[in-house]
């Protein structure tokens, strides 16, 4: 039996990668210069897998830490330290440790073999941080720079609301390291980089990273399919009507159409019966999230679900009795900050299709 061939949920690589060569290409050009990197881009649109795939490909040696994770500034200190043990030999780090204004305590942890690294806490200010990134520097060399990449880095102010220019005063006096910066919310991200009075103004170059151009993901799917069905350009085309190209989603739903035709063979409404399945095994999850949305987002939630109506025009308000323009635009902006919600140029849209589907089924029972 043929191994299905979609993937989600996790870091994509190999053949589960999904048509981002113009991407590839620019990104890779970036970081061969010394310039820096801004990548934007909604969450489960594929940034991580895209980002991995490059540096892996680099054949440089590279750190890959989650802001998100970080519980101040002594433990991104820890963090970093503990991806550089994962490259460099113990006894070559020993030597650069000495010179650590603070000497952390270092311990291997005997279930993982992982090291495990502590400052003392309240060791103060930023101490342990700026001797771990001016380590990273002198392990980099100009034939072989270290990438440095830092997701979802809107998140350092919520370790520390100076962080932000203490990091840029170290990393912008460092000339072997490739920094990559990555963030899911867009405003906070292109605040910190294009507003002048911010600290890392225009401190690289900013991209931001969208859906997969159709035409190509049903290529991909298309190939895929084919390999099980002779249907598999209808089944392609349903799949991306009901996902509309969001990376993350139509990687779900193609492997739950897979899984359904392994298991009962093609049938005229497969998609649905696919879209249908994932809406249910996630019943709960979606009402959770409905039960902490405000009677506003609710009604905004229900129109977009029902209709293409623009929620911020009259026709929008008159149907679904949303009130007034500024009112929803506050609950627009509040389910965007959310990720309920995407925002491409002017336009919002519901970021998850089988949450959408959720509504519109609750809905109408």
Do not use: C
């Not at 061969?32 to 895209?50: A, C, D, M, Q, V």
């Not at 900013?206 to 069905?229: A, H, Q, S, V, Y």
């Not at 025009?313 to 900050?337: I, K, N, P």
């Amino acid at each position: 039996m043929k191994k299905n061939p979609f993937k989600f949920g996790s870091v994509v690589d190999g053949p589960y990668f999904t048509n981002r060569e113009d991407e590839l290409e620019k990104i890779t050009s970036y970081i061969k210069g010394e310039n820096h990197l801004i990548l934007i881009s909604p969450r489960r649109f594929g940034k991580t897998s895209l980002i991995r795939k490059i540096v892996n490909e680099s054949k440089r040696n590279y750190l890959f830490l989650d802001i998100q994770i970080v519980l101040s500034a002594d433990d991104f200190a820890s963090q970093l330290l503990k991806r550089i043990y994962r490259i460099y030999p113990v006894q070559k780090l020993k030597s650069y440790l000495k010179s650590f204004r603070l000497i952390p305590t270092v311990t291997i942890n005997p279930v993982t073999g992982e090291p495990e690294i502590s400052f003392k806490p309240g060791s103060g200010e930023f101490t342990p941080l700026e001797d771990v990134l001016n380590l990273i520097e002198k392990l980099s060399t100009d034939e072989n720079k270290m990438i440095v990449v830092l997701d979802e880095f809107q998140d350092i102010f919520r370790i520390d609301t100076s962080l932000d220019r203490f990091l840029r005063s170290v990393m912008q006096n460092q000339k072997h390291i490739n920094y990559i910066f990555m963030g899911s919310s867009e405003s906070m991200i292109r605040e910190i980089f294009e507003k002048k009075s911010s600290s890392f103004y225009r401190f690289g170059t900013l991209m931001t990273l969208g859906k997969i151009k159709k035409d190509k993901f049903r290529l991909f799917l298309e190939e895929k399919l084919g390999d099980i069905t002779a249907n598999n350009k209808e089944l392609s085309e349903e799949i991306l009507g009901i996902s509309d190209s969001h990376p993350y989603y139509t990687q779900q739903l193609a492997s739950t159409v897979w899984e359904l035709l392994v298991r009962s063979g093609l049938s005229s409404d497969i998609v649905e019966a696919a879209a249908n399945e994932i809406v249910q095994s996630h019943d709960n999850d979606y009402e959770r999230l409905w039960n902490t949305l405000n009677r506003t987002d609710m009604t905004v939630l229900n129109g977009m679900s029902a209709s293409d109506i623009s929620p911020l025009s009259d026709e929008f308000s008159r149907q679904y009795g949303t009130g007034a323009t500024s009112t929803v635009f506050s609950a627009l902006q509040r389910l965007t900050q959310k990720g309920i919600l995407l925002k491409e140029k002017s336009i919002y849209t519901i970021d998850d299709p089988f949450f959408k589907r959720w509504i519109v089924i609750r809905r109408s029972e």
